[in-house]
């Protein structure tokens, strides 16, 4: 057996997806809920960033309950990319 | 990811814990000593220990500013903190102008001694508090930006352990009362289920608003994203106070009316008092202050303030009249990490909430070390070097922390009080304390080494007074019949620790053998197959 076992590297993968990943997609799901939430703009932003600490636990939780590996690396991107594809095209409609 | 849902996570609490667990502990630690910032400040000023409390506000602003204007009447900043119920003396102090190469000038600060206007208090020069308040998020000997990304992360393993924690207790109730004594690592998970589930909501709450009070750094996308104008136009427009004024290049004739304005700002905010004054460009045509004033009764995290110009004219006023839902929302939960509001009853329950929060987060160390213990030893395998070295990191953290801060506290009385870098040198001093009990411990990982060091942190907690009395003459009854109650406090407090300690280095000494002779016991029904 390899030292980097199969299962070390997918704990290694969880651990850098629920870290990075889960960052990423919790501060573009943040940047989303800003624009969406019916609020005068500060409030707006202000809600968002209070929130956004329990989407994060919630993201890395995640990362580690998934069934395989990888799921922890399509789920968290897939959040992140969808939550980053509707920002930029709310910006670029409103502007 | 080890089948159902509970494992996944315990394994993520488990060594998530173990990864941050140092780390916690120190900012556990520190931060539940900042609750007496101001008092261990005080306590490491000695030379202001016989000084009366200022009680004239009016009287000691008149003698900061006359300070001030003897001192420094072309600095950029002035600044004025007047007393308080937790801080006796009137603070003042001053920005130099900057030396070629430097963005900002250094800070000089002084105080001022009681009812004399003509004199200043000559202080030590220390850290004092401040010292634990800036360790529990900034670190040392790094950056600050550094340190509070790294502080962050760690939090944020806090916080997923707190959920993850609930999540795999399933007993939650049933555990609020067991304690099995004398059970090895059994024991000590119900010492961490005690902790943790006793002081649960504290928990919660200084982790996830520890992490609020750092949320523009953390978190920082919405506002800068979202906000028009970004993150500085929102600062300006939720605190019209905080407004830059170019200075004019042209001096001023008259002095500013201070006095005016305070008078005024109390009728405008209906306040008795002001908390802090800043003036910006003090001798230029261009001059602002800015004054403070805090509400009494009021939990949320903002000053009532208003930026004037030097004609009186009203640049910026604080919006607590206007803030919105959210706004409320996040300084009320800031404020409730910071415990600026609490009064002395509620402060040491905060206090014992941090403190539960240490023994919560040692035992999780403790028990980790445990259970890898008594696995290997059921095992018959050798203990192994990792084992050691949480072991060492645990006596080193838990046992070693509050010995480095005594040593600190040491150090405080025993270096010259006019010895240039004796602020740096107590600081050091706790570091070098920390590496060395690290060393001892990983040489002697074991229950003698809880016990020397519990026995050492005993001895400097129990001497502490006597050092005082020694170096400074002042003591406890002194302190009493003065009433400075935080004074003697401090002092007790610290006793009370110390026999703590006693009692924690005698429970280590006393299961050396026993621990021994159960080591043997589990070898022996290990070899009787034989």
């Known amino acids: ?95 | 990811m080890k089948g159902s849902f509970f494992r996944s996570m315990t394994w993520l609490h488990t060594w998530g814990g173990l990864l941050a667990c140092w780390l916690l502990f120190l900012v556990f630690f520190a931060g539940t000593l900042s609750y007496f910032r101001y008092e261990i400040s005080w306590w490491m000023q000695p030379e202001s220990h016989h000084l009366p409390r200022q009680q004239e506000q009016n009287a000691a602003l008149q003698q900061a500013l006359a300070r001030l204007q003897a001192d420094a009447p072309d600095s950029p900043q002035w600044f004025i903190n007047l007393p308080d119920e937790r801080n006796p003396l009137t603070r003042y102090g001053y920005r130099q102008a900057p030396e070629p190469g430097q963005r900002r000038g250094r800070f000089v600060d002084g105080y001022l001694l009681g009812d004399n206007a003509q004199q200043t208090a000559v202080l030590r020069d220390t850290k004092g508090g401040d010292f634990f308040y800036r360790l529990h998020f900034d670190l040392h000997y790094m950056s600050a930006i550094t340190a509070r990304w790294i502080v962050g992360a760690a939090a944020m393993i806090m916080l997923v352990g707190l959920v993850t924690g609930i999540v795999i207790h399933r007993r939650i109730f049933a555990d609020f009362f067991t304690f099995r004594k004398g059970k090895g690592a059994r024991s000590w998970l119900d010492i961490h289920n005690i902790s943790s589930v006793l002081a649960l909501p504290y928990h919660l709450m200084i982790t996830y608003t520890g992490l609020l009070t750092l949320m523009f750094l953390y978190m920082s996308a919405p506002v800068d994203k979202v906000y028009p104008g970004g993150r500085g136009q929102f600062f300006n427009d939720q605190n019209p106070t905080f407004q830059a004024v170019k200075a004019a290049g042209e001096q001023r004739d008259e002095p500013l009316p201070v006095q005016a304005f305070v008078e005024r700002f109390k009728a405008d905010k209906q306040l008795d008092t002001i908390s802090r004054i800043n003036i910006n460009n003090p001798a230029d045509e261009n001059a602002t202050v800015t004054l403070y004033g805090r509400e009494p009764g009021q939990i949320a995290h903002y000053a009532r303030s208003t930026l004037y110009d030097s004609q009186g004219e009203v640049l910026g006023n604080s919006r607590e009249g206007q803030f919105y839902a959210p706004e409320k929302t996040a300084s009320t939960l800031i404020a409730l990490h910071t415990a600026k509001f609490a009064p002395w009853p509620l402060r040491w329950l905060f206090a014992l909430g941090g403190l539960l929060g240490c023994v919560m987060v040692a035992s999780g160390g403790v028990l980790w070390a445990k259970r890898l213990e008594e696995k290997r030893l059921k095992a018959a395998q050798p203990l192994g070097w990792n084992l050691r070295l949480v072991k060492a990191l645990n006596i080193a953290t838990v046992a070693g922390l509050p010995l480095a801060s005594l040593v600190f506290l040491y150090l405080n009385r025993l270096l010259a009080p006019d010895f240039d870098a004796r602020r740096d040198w107590e600081m050091h001093g706790f570091f070098i304390c920390y590496v060395i009990t690290l060393l001892f411990a990983l040489y002697q990982p074991g229950r003698r080494g809880w016990a020397v060091i519990w026995a050492a942190t005993a001895a400097l907690a129990l001497l502490l007074p006597l050092l005082n009395l020694f170096t400074t003459g002042h003591h406890v009854l002194d302190y009493l019949s003065y009433g400075h109650w935080a004074l003697a406090g401090l002092e007790l407090t610290v006793m009370v620790l110390g026999i703590v300690a006693c009692f924690a280095a005698r429970h280590c000494l006393g299961q050396e053998n026993s621990g021994r002779r159960r080591v043997a016991s589990t070898r022996s029904y290990k070899e009787q197959p034989q």
């Open chain 1, 1 to 95: 057996m390899s030292v980097v076992s199969r299962h070390s590297f997918g704990v290694l993968l969880r651990v850098s997806c629920a870290a990075l990943l889960g960052y990423l997609a919790t501060a573009e799901t943040a940047v989303l809920a800003a624009w969406i939430l019916p609020l005068e703009p500060m409030s707006a932003v202000l809600t968002s960033m209070l929130l956004s600490f329990l989407l994060y636990s919630g993201c890395i939780m995640w990362a580690f309950h998934v069934r395989q590996h990888w799921r922890a690396l399509t789920d968290l991107g897939g959040l992140w990319l969808l939550a980053l594809l509707v920002n930029n095209a709310m910006v670029g409609g409103a502007g």
